[in-house]
């Protein structure tokens, strides 16, 4: 049999692609065609969420030439895309040019899934591993697509049906990227290509991004190339920074107003990281490992012959070991732990296909090793296997299928309505997952038009701690996922109130219990029974966006304004008129206020506030003054007339930096998580903009484009002088 030159022959280069096929047609007997093509609403876990802001992007977005924008559909609204990782939506609305969008949402979230084994193949390829560890890596890489110890650590299946797609697409390229960047490094090749991985890495993930750069310190510890290879990984980072500038600068310039979100996982048992389904491949790696340790006891030159697998070999002991100090510090510097394990469960998985190679080196051929390890492999997944099989026709039939579609879609027909209209809230249960999942309403913009207040992504809004503790107070069963911020017991009374801060009109409840309670406050009238909904207005709400105080605002001048606000919120009831105000840098400071705050002392722990601090009187100074005001909501602008120019405005619309206002001399942050203004003109307008950061981030965007078109231009070059050359 003929050999390349690589060391494979055609029989094996057959059988890897033969093998390739099978384990990609093995995915696809999951994801059947039938729910892949068919024209609905994919539904399931986040995934039901995640939609409409494909949605988002197609229509709105990308016709418009950008890749973030504002939000006003949930969390009072939100920078949609500047704390989330755009490249799958992206790809999902391009590709909708050519398909249905239905289809197109569908066929991206499992990209990642689909091209996992095809990258482990060429990752392990690109670190000169010859036949069988490649493929063997594809097929073992089966495992941990299937391990169903978690359904939201990333990366396997039922993360992805979880929601958890654009972490698996970034895994994927990450690991593409960790054999492109080992044989770039080692033949001084790829700087471009590298640095446009680890962009493409950057945009469809952060953890890929945080693994891909911490991966690639390893080429650090080689003392004699320590100079080439550092000035090598700086370029890569240089040209993939560049590229991701327009995104990441706006992104880490205002972290602040973001929520951090750094719970510790509870590992309950090592079986947990390390499931059966995994024990195969860490017994191939252990086996491999123990076989090269006694050939070399008894034959230290036969080491030679395993193909030069000892640097490949300490790549993925290092990223393991780097995986799991990584989960260890992640709390300490505001990160999830849980999600550096599944990197690490990945690379043991390629370490088993590693150990095959050693197992199988005395083997004339062999392509013979791959067959049996995918005959044992695919019987044992299938075996293991018990939820995804469930779980994908459910996501993928859509919410069209679900047994309370009916009543999901009636309700949301009686609230359609826009973005200008009151919000909406509703009760959290459990119940809403038979229209699909329980995150059920947080698509009420896409399928009614009307804003609400929860949503997926809640670290990007500084209202969702606000918008958690008002679901606790009106649902008999409440989420709570801010451990650093504390919740309410059923509090209809006082959620009424806060309910009118957040201009919510529409209540719609699911218990028997809630329902009991609220037939019970007047302030409330049933207007609409679907069940198992039923939809209360708030007949005293003032539905109004904008409104003129009644109060002076207290200027807070401490440290903590998150926790503050947060204070202020919990107690509105004490300080009710009383607005706080922070001044992020508008430029007038405290001059234009009357009366500062800087601390609140604690309490002791009591029935009334459960401990803590409470807001001390702050001072009511009347504004004094009548004034008039009309609004228009759009998705991006807010228009507004005012009969008295010298008359704060309250916004109930989540405050960020790239808010501008033409009218007024800046927009401050009012508690909770507001705008606030003070016009001198009668006709204002608020829109959402660009700041220095966002032209920061296009110049730094613009760099790396130049780069890479030079280099890429200056390689052409050199290529067509070569072959003259040649020629001549």
Not at 164 to 188: C, H, K, N, P
Not at 250 to 260: D, G, N, Q, S, V
Not at 404 to 431: I, M
Not at 691 to 720: F, S
Request: net charge neutral; with cysteine.
């Amino acid at each position: 049999m003929a050999t390349r030159s690589d060391g494979t022959s055609k029989l094996d280069t057959l059988t890897d692609v033969t093998i390739l096929c099978l384990v990609i047609l093995f995915l696809f007997s999951y994801f059947r065609p039938e729910y892949l093509f068919s024209l609905t609403t994919t539904t399931g876990g986040d995934t039901g969420s995640h939609y409409a802001t494909a949605q988002y992007m197609r229509d709105v977005l990308l016709p418009q030439g950008r890749i973030s924008g504002w939000m006003m559909g949930n969390y009072a609204g939100f920078p949609l895309f500047q704390f989330y990782f755009p490249l799958p939506f992206v790809l999902m609305a391009l590709l909708s040019y050519a398909i249905p969008l239905q289809i197109a949402f569908k066929l991206i979230t499992i990209l990642g899934v689909v091209t996992l084994p095809l990258c482990c193949y060429a990752a392990l390829r690109l670190m000169d591993q010859r036949s069988p560890v490649p493929v063997a890596g594809a097929i073992l890489s089966l495992c941990f697509l299937f391990m169903e110890a978690n359904s939201m650590w990333g990366g396997n299946i039922l993360s992805t049906l979880a929601g958890e797609f654009a972490y698996g697409i970034g895994m994927s390229l990450a690991v593409l990227l960790t054999g492109t960047l080992y044989q770039g490094i080692r033949d001084g090749r790829h700087l471009i290509l590298n640095g446009v991985l680890l962009f493409l890495t950057g945009f469809s993930h952060g953890y890929a991004l945080l693994f891909a750069v911490a991966m690639s310190t390893f080429f650090l510890f080689d003392r004699a190339s320590f100079l080439k290879n550092g000035i090598y990984l700086f370029v890569v980072y240089a040209v993939g920074f560049l590229l991701l500038g327009f995104w990441l600068i706006p992104l880490m310039a205002h972290m602040e107003y973001t929520m951090p979100y750094a719970d510790r996982w509870r590992i309950k048992s090592l079986v947990e990281i390390f499931p059966p389904i995994l024990w195969p491949a860490m017994i191939l790696a252990a086996a491999g490992l123990g076989m090269a340790g006694l050939r070399f006891t008894c034959a230290p030159d036969a080491v030679r012959r395993l193909d030069g697998a000892g640097k490949p070999a300490a790549l993925l002991v290092y990223v393991i070991i780097l995986c799991w100090a990584c989960y260890l510090i992640a709390p300490r510097i505001g990160v999830v732990d849980i999600r550096f394990l599944p990197f690490m469960q990945l690379f043991l998985m390629l370490g088993g296909a590693m150990g095959l190679g050693v197992l199988a080196e005395p083997l004339k051929q062999k392509w013979i090793a791959p067959l049996i390890l995918l005959v044992g492999i695919l019987p044992f997944v299938s075996h293991l296997e018990k939820k995804a099989s469930a779980w994908i026709p459910w996501n993928y039939n859509g919410f069209e299928t679900k047994g309370l579609w009916p009543a999901f879609s009636e309700v949301n027909r009686y609230l359609e309505g826009s973005v200008g209209d009151s919000r909406v809230v509703y009760e959290h249960s459990p119940l809403h997952n038979e229209a699909g999942t329980t995150r059920a309403f947080e698509s009420l913009p896409f399928f009614s038009g009307r804003s609400t207040l929860e949503g997926l992504y809640m670290q990007s809004s500084i209202s969702s701690p606000f918008v958690f503790y008002i679901q606790s107070e009106i649902s008999k069963e409440s989420s709570r996922p801010f451990p650093q911020y504390r919740y309410s017991p059923v509090n209809l009374a006082a959620g009424i109130e806060h309910l009118k801060l957040f201009n919510v009109r529409d209540y719609i409840v699911v218990s028997p219990e809630i329902r009991e309670r609220i037939e019970k406050i007047p302030e409330f009238t049933l207007r609409k029974g679907i069940p198992p909904y039923f939809i209360y207005e708030l007949t005293t709400n003032g539905n109004r966006y904008v409104v003129p105080l009644e109060f002076e605002p207290v200027l807070y001048d401490g440290d903590d304004w998150k926790g503050s606000f947060f204070e202020w919120f919990r107690t509105y009831g004490e300080n009710k008129g009383v607005h706080l105000v922070f001044d992020p840098g508008t430029g007038a400071g405290g001059s234009r206020f009357k009366a500062a705050v800087s601390s609140f002392p604690p309490v002791p722990s009591d029935e009334r506030t459960g401990g803590g601090r409470t807001m001390k009187a702050l001072p009511r100074i009347p504004v004094g003054r009548n004034c008039l005001v009309t609004e228009e909501i759009r998705g991006e602008e807010i228009l507004i007339t005012t009969s008295d120019p010298g008359v704060p405005l309250l916004i109930k619309v989540s405050y960020h930096p790239n808010w501008k206002v033409e009218g007024a001399d800046g927009i401050y942050l009012a508690s909770p998580s507001f705008m606030l203004i003070y016009p001198n003109r009668t006709d204002l307008r608020l829109y959402y903009g660009k700041t220095v950061w966002d032209y920061a981030g296009y110049a730094a965007t613009g760099a790396g484009i130049v780069i890479v078109l030079l280099t890429g231009w200056a390689g052409i070059r050199r290529r067509k002088v070569s072959e003259w050359h040649r020629i001549g």
